[in-house]
């Protein structure tokens, strides 16, 4: 089994009436194996996020990790109003359609995991298990005007090691414990520009549908949450400012009634970096 740093890189063409586009994802373990473990990343995130996960999983799992639209290795849209969660669940579905398999389990990171609800509360969803990583039915105002706040401005760095410098500051909550898990966190968030300096690894306009959703209230995503039958784990950064307290102890009343694990000392959100954060996918997923 070849399992490349980065996995194999591939693309499925998704879209519709607003134009067409091609979705990047990235594969690893062996491509003929029926159980596919989805991973999806956060805002302005990408697939790489998931190299350790997908690599220390991949004797178990196809793992399968896209660059939604509008990062990574993936196109980008003409109208920005496109980068929204209906949006990004239709190409899921497009892309699970493509791997050939009926269901499917998913991890999914902040956005990720927004995605993920939004498919688990359908009829007929292919997903099976999945995991939420600091992310629920509601989310703090505030906490996603930082997040927002932050793409695309600044964007583009003339100095290296100004962008690498940038890039660890706004992801200090991530709570990295070694210089080799930032520099490759750093790595995959930064891609050379022609000038020969740095630009962040999405397309900047990625916010403009948030931006006009921030209209002074909280996000209510209960009854979608409230819909999903499958079981669910829930991850919450012990220090998160998404995911409160209150939330998730909600969410292991409502809906799926998931179960909680907390990673104490990190942030939003948990990055699967380390053994340990590894493990809480690992025992969840080897239940079933």
């Known amino acids: 089994m070849n399992n490349p740093i980065g996995g194999n890189v591939h693309k499925v063409l998704c879209g519709g009436a607003l134009g067409l586009y091609h979705m990047a994802y990235r594969e690893w373990g062996d491509p003929q194996n029926p159980r596919v473990l989805v991973c999806v990343h956060g805002l302005t995130r990408n697939s790489l996020d998931f190299e350790r996960l997908a690599q220390s999983l991949s004797t178990h799992y196809r793992v399968i990790a896209p660059d939604v639209v509008g990062r990574g290795e993936s196109d980008w849209l003409i109208d920005p109003m496109g980068y929204n969660t209906f949006t990004y669940a239709a190409d899921v579905i497009t892309l699970v359609a493509k791997l050939g398999v009926e269901q499917v389990d998913w991890l999914g990171t902040s ?63 991530f709570a990295l414990p070694t210089e080799s898990d930032w520099d490759a966190l750093i790595d995959s968030t930064l891609k050379p520009t022609a000038s020969g300096g740095m630009r962040f690894n999405y397309d900047r306009h990625i916010n403009k549908p948030l931006q006009q959703a921030l209209l002074g209230q909280d996000i209510n995503l209960w009854p979608i949450y409230d819909r999903i039958q499958c079981p669910t784990l829930l991850i919450r950064g012990g220090l998160s400012d998404l995911l409160s307290v209150e939330t998730a102890a909600e969410m292991c009343r409502r809906g799926p009634k998931a179960t909680l694990k907390v990673v104490e000392n990190v942030g939003h959100a948990p990055m699967f970096m380390s053994a340990d954060q590894i493990a809480l996918v690992r025992d969840f997923l080897e239940l079933a």
């Open 111 to 173: 956005m990720g995991g927004l995605i993920g609800m939004m498919l688990a509360g359908q009829p007929k969803s292919p997903i099976r298990r999945m995991i939420l990583n600091d992310v629920g039915p509601t989310l703090s105002l505030e906490a996603l005007k930082r997040i927002v706040g932050y793409v695309g401005e600044p964007y583009e760095f003339a100095d290296v090691a100004a962008a690498r410098r940038y890039v660890r500051l706004i992801f200090t909550p």
